[in-house]
Antibody, heavy 123, light 108 residues
Framework: QVQLQESGPGLVKPSETLSLTCTVSGGSITSYFWSWIRQPPGKGLEWIGYVYYSGSTKYNPSLKGLVSISVDTPKNQFSLKLHSATAADTAVYYC?????????????????WGQGIGVTVSS | EIVLTQSPGTLSLSPGERATLSCRAS???????LAWYQQKPGQAPRLLIYAASNRATGVPDRLSGSGSGTDFTLTISRLEPEDFAVYYC?????????FGQGTKLEIK
């Protein structure tokens, strides 16, 4: 079955760029929406954004244009970049998959999740 | 931005009892564009319900979802030990696709 695996540095310095990759195995990246969600320590879930396999994107405006998500179809990977990181970006970051229907990207919900990767922003 | 408010914050029940979790939206999510997730400590969330009332693959039928517009409910008819966890709702009718703050279902 399809599995997702996040990878990237666990420690990022303030003002630097937080960069994570999600590798999709056991299935194709085609025809799905690929998302990033984060969870600060002891808190709830925050939606970051998604990329469609074609490359179109949608982001949470609360991240003030500092986020970008891209897809690499030949490698079956998609990536997150969060610029100018601060301590408030310390969280567990999850990647997840959804299948759209009738122009609703998450119609069938986020049905496959990675295990999550902890990222700390600190000097 | 649509704000989702989940209630109660914590629900203390015993195995075998019925659990009713609420998710209320600050404005209509546009029909049934809402999902429910379960999260256990140290684990990723797991999809339970999509489009308000459709069970995801492998979800037992003692879990059910209902509602539309602004008011949604997740019901667990007879609690099993594995049901004690945190539950989140998420709306995807309007970007940003926000989550509720969660309801913790704990053993009484």
């Amino acid at each position: 079955q399809v599995q997702l695996q996040e990878s990237g540095p666990g420690l990022v310095k303030p003002s630097e760029t937080l960069s994570l990759t999600c590798t999709v195995s056991g299935g194709s990246i085609t025809s799905y929406f690929w998302s990033w969600i984060r969870q600060p320590p002891g808190k709830g879930l925050e939606w970051i954004g998604y990329v469609y396999y074609s490359g179109s994107t949608k982001y949470n405006p609360s991240l003030k244009g500092l986020v970008s998500i891209s897809v690499d179809t030949p490698k079956n990977q998609f990536s997150l970049k969060l610029h100018s990181a601060t301590a408030a970006d310390t969280a567990v970051y999850y990647c997840a998959r959804s299948r759209g229907h009738t122009s609703v990207p998450y119609y069938y919900g986020l049905d496959v999740w990675g295990q999550g990767i902890g990222v700390t922003v600190s000097s | 931005e649509i704000v989702l408010t989940q209630s109660p914050g914590t629900l203390s029940l015993s195995p075998g009892e019925r659990a009713t979790l609420s998710c209320r939206a600050s404005q209509s999510v546009g029909g049934t564009s809402l999902a429910w997730y379960q999260q256990k400590p140290g684990q990723a969330p797991r999809l339970l319900i999509y489009a308000a009332s459709n069970r995801a693959t492998g979800v037992p039928d003692r879990l059910s979802g209902s509602g539309s517009g602004t008011d949604f409910t997740l019901t667990i008819s007879r609690l099993e030990p594995e049901d004690f966890a945190v539950y989140y709702c998420q709306q995807y009718g309007s970007s940003p696709y926000t989550f509720g703050q969660g309801t913790k279902l704990e053993i009484k």
